[in-house]
Structure formats: C-alpha cells, structure tokens
C-alpha cells in the first residue's frame, strides 16, 4: 500500500520536473524538433544519457504491454503516451502505481 502511494508520488515529481525544463524551451523555441535533438546530442555526455532514456523508454513499452496484459490492465497506451510526452519519469512510476491498484484489488479481503 505504502509503494502504491510513493510511486504516485514520483509519478507527480517525474511530470514536474522534466516538464519545468521542457516547457521553457517550448516557449522560447516553439516546438523545434531539430533544435531538441541538437541540443541533445550536443556533446557525449548529453548524448549518453539522452540514449539511455531512449532505451530506458523501450524497455518500459516493452514492460508495460507484457505486464499490462498479463495483469488484465487498460489503456496501455497512455503510458506509451505519458512516457512520449513526459518522460520515463513519469510513465514508469504512473504505470506501476496503477499495476499496484490492480494488484489490491485482485487480493482476496
């Protein structure tokens, strides 16, 4: 019960704090896909840890959609989403709080 609660609680930080440096770029530079993958891949240090959540993402798709059908879960697709737009930050722990949610109620009383 106490995991349910803390991944939700990353879930809300993994949103936040991603977003407080993407929408900022957003803003000054609209959506300039060219721009993001420049900036990203603009030294090896950036460039490793932008391949590292790339495959981190792949990794989870790959997780949610085993998992999500073997736990019976819907709309798998929003944490594809979720991960798309946000980050893995976000999509993992909001996944897994969900997984939880599903594995209480599946618990006999």
Same mark, same amino acid.
């Given at each position: 019960?106490?995991?349910?609660? =803390?991944?939700? =609680? %990353?879930?809300?930080?993994?949103?936040?704090?991603? =977003?407080?440096?993407?929408?900022?770029? =957003?803003? &000054?530079?609209?959506?300039?896909?060219? /721009?993001?993958?420049?900036? %990203?891949?603009?030294?090896? +240090?950036? &460039?490793?840890? *932008?391949?590292?959540?790339?495959?981190? &993402?792949?990794?989870?798709? &790959?997780?949610?959609?085993?998992? !999500?059908?073997?736990? !019976?879960? *819907?709309?798998?697709?929003?944490?594809?989403?979720?991960?798309?737009? +946000?980050? +893995?930050?976000?999509?993992?722990? /909001?996944?897994?709080?969900?997984?939880?949610?599903?594995?209480?109620?599946?618990?006999?009383?």
């Amino acid at each position: 019960m106490i995991m349910q609660w =803390l991944y939700l =609680l %990353l879930a809300i930080v993994g949103a936040i704090v991603p =977003l407080s440096y993407l929408l900022p770029f =957003l803003l &000054a530079h609209n959506f300039d896909v060219t /721009l993001l993958f420049k900036q %990203l891949f603009e030294n090896n +240090v950036s &460039a490793g840890f *932008g391949l590292d959540v790339v495959i981190s &993402a792949l990794v989870l798709f &790959a997780f949610v959609s085993s998992e !999500g059908k073997r736990r !019976g879960m *819907g709309n798998l697709w929003a944490y594809v989403v979720c991960t798309l737009t +946000v980050g +893995v930050s976000f999509g993992l722990p /909001l996944f897994l709080f969900f997984r939880e949610l599903k594995l209480s109620a599946a618990k006999p009383a």
